[in-house]
């Protein structure tokens, strides 16, 4: 199907979405009214009318990605300046690529496959449904990247130590594990960051790149690499994770309505942390 036949119907479905189904309207206001207390109601009602449109276009061009072309990929998901991964890679180092839930994330786990000179390996969350999930892998897979399951994370840094690979990682999920989590004030909330990334980077002593991915048009997308770190062995324990969430909070003020708002990103707190169980052999020095 044609994408100008999918943006039809893509305005049609958001309109069912937006102001019937009101799909997590409830969330998308809350993150927008707290990440921006400074914008009138107003403001925030066309930015969630915004949002839920680019949402609605989301959800046809990852359909619509899996019977793209390498070249129709790399011409609407253009990367804008390779070389700075590739300057790396070129000096036998892998590197780690952290993105986040904004723009057309889903696409940039194909559209490397002739810009980025390293094989790609691009961790995900599998789907629940295993046909789709299936098909999904074997359809990327022909287009240079390795799909991971991000339950293997520690294992597949593990075997591919030797090799000189681009690892891909979406960085703004909310954590499962808050002992360990980082917390940045975010867009002015307390939030709790993943430390896998920084985990990895520092374990391995791997650079750390930015990846923005900036919509020009409807199904047309740029991206850019900014690289946060050469040697994070060399930065504080967080100061990886601060760069990342610094950077992608810059994206999100600059151009707030290609972020995933729908995803309850605030859902834990500090409060929620529990206190670690003493043994009976502690308490009783104690």
């Keep these: 199907m044609p994408f100008r036949v999918l943006y039809i119907l893509s305005d049609f479905v958001y309109l069912i979405n ?26 925030i009602t066309t930015l969630a009318k915004r949002y839920y449109r680019f949402l609605t276009d989301l959800f ?3 359909l ?4 793209l072309t390498r070249s129709q990929v ?17 000096t036998n180092r892998s590197v780690i690529c952290v993105a986040a839930h ?8 194909f559209s490397g496959a002739n810009q ?75 939030t709790a960051c993943i430390h896998g990334p920084e985990n990895y980077a520092r374990l391995y002593n791997l650079p ?12 047309y997308y740029e991206i850019h690499f900014t690289k946060l770190t050469d040697s994070p062995i060399n930065l504080p324990d967080g100061e990886v994770t601060r760069l990342y969430m610094q950077k992608l909070e810059e994206v999100i003020r600059a151009e707030p309505a290609y972020w995933l708002w729908s995803h309850r990103r605030w859902k834990r707190k500090r409060s929620d942390i529990r206190p670690l169980k003493t043994s009976i052999a502690e308490s009783e020095i104690n």
């Design 18 to 43: 937006y102001y019937l189904l009101g799909y997590r309207k409830k969330i998308v206001y809350s993150n927008l009214k707290n990440s921006f207390p400074d914008k009138s109601q107003k403001e």
């Design 60 to 62: 046809f061009e990852s």
């Design 64 to 67: 619509k990605g899996m019977s």
């Design 74 to 90: 790399e011409k609407r998901h253009k990367y804008i300046n390779p070389e700075v991964l590739n300057n790396i890679l070129a």
């Design 102 to 109: 904004y723009g057309n994330w889903e696409w940039g786990a």
């Design 116 to 190: 980025v000179q390293s094989p790609m390996v691009v961790f995900y969350k599998p789907f629940n449904n295993k046909i789709i999930d299936k098909y999904m892998i074997k359809y990327r897979e022909t287009f240079n990247c390795h799909m991971v399951s991000i339950g293997e994370t520690f294992y597949t840094f593990s075997h591919y130590k030797e090799n000189v690979v681009a690892y891909f990682m979406v960085a703004d999920q909310s954590p499962s594990n808050l002992r360990k989590s980082y917390w940045f004030n975010f867009l002015n909330q307390d």
């Design 208 to 219: 750390v790149v930015y990846i923005d991915i900036q919509r020009v048009k409807r199904g």
